[in-house]
C-alpha cells in the first residue's frame, strides 16, 4: 500500500517558520521525483516545490522562491520542505506527493495544515 504521511504544520504568526515532514512507504521513495502542493480556502490546487530523486536541488513556485527549501532523505524514506518568513497567503493544507511539477499526482498524502496569523 502506498502511504505519504505529512506532519509538521501548525499555526504561527506571520515571519515565522515551519518544517514539514513526509514519511513514505509502499514504494521505492529514491526512485521518484517528489513535490509538494498545497490548497488554501476556497482555491484550488496550487504546487509549491518539486525536487529530483538525488537531492541536487529544488524548483519552487514563484511566491515561495527564496522563502521555502525542500529536501529529502533516500535513507528515511523522508521529504521535507522548510517554511521560512512565512506570510498570510501561505495558510493552507499542505500535501506532499509523487511527481516534479503540477499540482495533481497518482499519490498524495492526506495534507498538514499550516495557519499563518497574527
Known amino acids: 500500500e502506498v502511504l505519504l504521511v505529512e506532519s509538521g504544520g501548525g499555526s504561527v504568526q506571520p515571519g515565522g517558520s515551519l518544517r514539514l515532514s513526509c514519511v513514505v512507504s509502499g514504494f521505492k521513495f529514491s526512485d521518484y521525483a517528489m513535490k509538494w502542493v498545497r490548497q488554501a480556502p476556497g482555491k484550488e490546487l496550487e504546487w509549491v516545490s518539486g525536487?529530483?530523486?538525488?537531492?541536487?536541488?529544488?524548483i519552487y513556485a514563484e511566491g515561495v522562491k527564496g522563502r521555502f527549501t525542500i529536501t529529502r532523505d533516500n535513507a528515511k524514506n523522508t521529504l521535507y520542505l522548510q517554511l521560512n518568513n512565512l506570510k498570510s497567503e501561505d495558510t493552507g493544507m499542505y500535501y506532499c506527493a509523487r511527481g516534479y511539477t503540477g499540482p495533481l499526482s497518482d499519490a498524495r498524502g492526506q495534507g498538514t495544515q499550516v495557519t499563518v496569523s497574527s
Open positions: 525536487i529530483t530523486t538525488d537531492d541536487v536541488g529544488g
